[in-house]
């Protein structure tokens, strides 16, 4: 079987049912620490939230998600959460990266793929957020409505192939995230090959995580993982 990429459950909430976390197949989660998203987890209740999941799957690593705020901030919900990578998903200052790392923190750089006409330009402003983050997430652009702030989770797709054709020039960790569901996993990954997905609505049923979706979607990449070969 092919090795399948990394799996991020994102935008767990206290309440949900975290039987998910016993497959193998998950090997990230996500804490949403963003006050207008609709997943929003305060850091009194992030630290509980990410010490019950390591309590089911010690090895997993736990993501806080972040959208603009002060490096003290920032610095202070992830430690509070108790998280090992920081998401970065908006405007935050210049050298953020930096002092999260020293704080002993993974740095991702969550970037809305959107190049336009100007392939050019996006991929300068790509490798200047690698250059300083252990990772970079491509995410769909967020709609015109959304609300400021709510950088992520909008259940959107973006233009796979066109990712795919830039990506040859990537010399470093990048993700996919936007509108994956358990219906088009094995599409996304005959086209693209990221280190890892990163999956919230479509694992959802009601606005909450839904471990029969989870299931399901992990079963639509082991299919993809069984596909011969000569199929991609
Ligand atoms: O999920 C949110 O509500 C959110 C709010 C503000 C910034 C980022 C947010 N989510 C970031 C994520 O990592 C999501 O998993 C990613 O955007 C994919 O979401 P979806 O398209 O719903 O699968």
């Known amino acids: 079987m092919r090795r399948l990429p990394l799996l991020k459950i994102c935008g767990l909430r206290p309440g949900d049912d975290l039987s998910f976390l016993r497959h193998p197949a998950v090997?990230?989660?996500?804490?949403?620490?963003?006050?207008?998203?609709?997943?929003?987890v305060a850091p009194?209740?992030?630290?509980p939230l990410v010490r019950?999941?390591?309590?089911?799957?010690p090895d997993v690593t736990a993501v806080a998600v972040v959208s603009g705020g002060s490096c003290?901030?920032?610095?202070?919900?992830?430690?509070?959460?108790?998280v090992d990578v920081v998401q970065l998903h908006g405007g935050e200052p210049q050298g953020i990266e930096d002092r999260l790392r020293k704080a002993g923190f993974q740095v991702w750089r969550a970037v809305a793929f959107d190049p336009g006409d100007d392939e050019t330009?996006?991929?300068?402003?790509?490798?200047?957020?690698?250059?300083?983050?252990?990772?970079?997430?491509?995410?769909?652009?967020?709609?015109?409505?959304?609300?400021?702030?709510?950088?992520?989770?909008?259940?959107?797709?973006f233009d796979w192939d066109r990712l795919t054709q830039m990506a040859v020039a990537?010399?470093?960790?990048?993700?996919?995230?936007?509108?994956?569901?358990?219906?088009?996993?094995?599409?996304?990954?005959?086209?693209?090959?990221?280190v890892g997905i990163d999956v919230s609505s479509g694992v959802e049923a009601g606005g909450r995580k839904d471990v029969g979706r989870i299931h399901q979607l992990i079963?639509?990449?082991e299919a993809w993982g069984h596909e011969s070969l000569s199929i991609s």
């Open 44 to 47: 009194e209740d992030a630290g």
């Open 121 to 157: 330009s996006f991929l300068d402003t790509v490798r200047s957020h690698a250059a300083v983050a252990d990772a970079v997430l491509f995410d769909a652009k967020p709609p015109s409505d959304a609300k400021p702030g709510v950088t992520g989770g909008h259940g959107r797709t």
């Open 52 to 57: 019950a999941a390591k309590r089911i799957r």
């Open 170 to 194: 990537f010399n470093f960790d990048w993700w996919v995230a936007g509108g994956i569901t358990p219906e088009n996993v094995r599409d996304l990954l005959r086209r693209v090959r990221p």
């Open 72 to 82: 003290d901030e920032i610095g202070e919900a992830a430690r509070r959460a108790g």
């Open 219 to 221: 079963q639509a990449m």
């Open 27 to 40: 090997t990230h989660v996500g804490v949403v620490m963003v006050p207008a998203s609709r997943r929003y």
